[in-house]
């Protein structure tokens, strides 16, 4: 092991050309690393379409900090979770990781790598650490990672080749054997594995990670400043300010809560409540459910405001405006990234009663609960908030602080060390596809 201890994060996006979850927790995770004393971390995340390829090289900067590097990648295969482009890894990647010889390779998602980069890594860096972060369930699911079954869009809580073939009738069963067999073999190869959440812990022991092998951290954020409570028009005036931040998928459940809003009776919603929607990307969702949103956005009429994606650095100007976030995913989820912003920012929390949401958010003491995919329980919940002047007050007393990217950086040190004190395991050789 070198003086410092090296670290490798690699990551399927960098929050600069690709925000989401997964992308700010490992970028937050690889700052923490550079902030801790005896810590040396390098940054290597996938970028593609519609940034082009630089040259003949799959590395690029593109003016990032010298510690951050690009991988582009296009031939992935989802359904195998594979990168078609073999020789890139063999040319660039492994050139690359020969280069700076880590101590600890940690996978925040194989999207655009695949898990043959995982396999070259292993071959090449016999003496490293393999740690891989689980985002979701994709491994397990294919159906986006989500554990939702199609097309009737309710919760699976175990798949098997035979189940999954139910869900896509035009993939054969063998095909579903032969996937699973692939990526339980490739992912063997890491020496241990992180779940945000202790429920998505549990579900992959359930299908089979050997238990001692997966550990729970909680994805940290960068701890700014925080946002002062909303000012209120007068001191009679209601704590009525709704706010959905994330991506418009059939997924994350805007349309239940859109149809909740619409429940509230009038006389409770009165003409000064809101919903405000900060969410992108309905344009790139089935037109169906484009048509579904937008009928109920106008059922909806001038209670629904529709603001547009945002940026992560944009949320705490954001939150200016907004009393509770709304958490309406009608699938699993794991850690969601705002969530932890909503507590930070002493916001509480109005969410679905399942996965990862449920358990970051502790029914009446950080926010409510609603039954999952229920409009009306959900409109039962809004109803409950806005006759209930003092229930802002009671959560804003009883809000959980979140976890700051710095601790959470200090648990994947101890992590790391412990792998690095026990003994090589010899791993099996990956299944081919």
Request: net charge neutral; aromatic share 8%; hydrophobic share 40%.
């Amino acid at each position: 092991m070198s003086e410092k201890l090296r670290v490798l994060v690699v990551s399927h996006g960098h929050p600069t050309h690709s925000l989401g979850g997964a992308e700010i927790a490992s970028h937050g995770l690889h700052k923490a690393l550079n902030g801790l004393p005896g810590i040396e971390s390098i940054y290597l995340a996938r970028v593609g379409n519609p940034v082009p390829r630089h040259g003949a090289s799959a590395l690029m900067s593109l003016r990032l900090a010298m510690d951050e590097v690009l991988y582009h990648a296009e031939d992935f295969d989802h359904f195998f979770l594979s990168n078609g482009d073999t020789d890139a890894i063999r040319r660039d990647l492994l050139r690359f990781v020969g280069d700076i010889k880590p101590d600890i390779v940690h996978f925040h998602h194989i999207i655009g790598f695949g898990l043959e980069a995982l396999f070259a890594v292993r071959d090449a860096l016999p003496k490293a650490r393999i740690v891989v972060t689980f985002h979701e369930y994709l491994p397990i699911c294919h159906n986006h990672g989500q554990m939702v079954k199609r097309p009737s869009g309710q919760l699976c809580n175990g798949a098997s080749p035979i189940s999954c073939h139910t869900c896509f009738p035009e993939i054969p069963i063998s095909r579903f054997v032969r996937r699973e067999q692939f990526v339980r073999g490739m992912l063997n190869l890491a020496d241990a594995f992180i779940a945000p959440s202790a429920f998505l812990a549990n579900r992959y022991v359930e299908w089979g990670i050997a238990a001692e092998k997966i550990f729970v951290i909680e994805n940290g954020i960068v701890l700014g400043e925080k946002t002062p409570a909303r000012e209120l028009p007068a001191p009679t005036a209601r704590r009525n300010r709704f706010a959905y931040f994330g991506q418009m998928t059939p997924f994350k459940g805007v349309h239940v809560l859109i149809d909740a809003v619409s429940r509230v009776p009038d006389d409770i919603w009165g003409d000064d409540s809101t919903l405000m929607i900060f969410g992108g990307n309905l344009e790139r969702q089935p037109a169906e459910y484009q048509e579904r949103v937008a009928k109920l956005i106008e059922d909806a009429g001038r209670r629904v405001r529709f603001y547009g994606s945002y940026q992560n650095q944009d949320m705490p100007r954001l939150m200016r405006s907004v009393d509770w976030v709304v958490m309406p995913s009608v699938w699993w989820e794991n850690s969601p990234i705002v969530i932890q912003e909503a507590l930070h920012h002493g916001r509480p929390i109005i969410c679905s009663d399942i996965g990862g949401m449920a358990e970051k958010v502790r029914d009446r003491l950080d926010g409510y609960h609603f039954r999952a995919g229920s409009a009306q329980d959900l409109a039962d919940r809004l109803i409950d908030v806005l006759s209930t002047p003092r229930s802002w007050d009671n959560f804003r007393a009883t809000l959980r602080r979140p976890m700051s990217h710095v601790d959470c950086g200090r648990e994947h040190v101890a992590l790391y060390r412990k792998l690095l004190k026990e003994e090589q395991p010899v791993h099996p050789s990956a299944a081919v596809a």
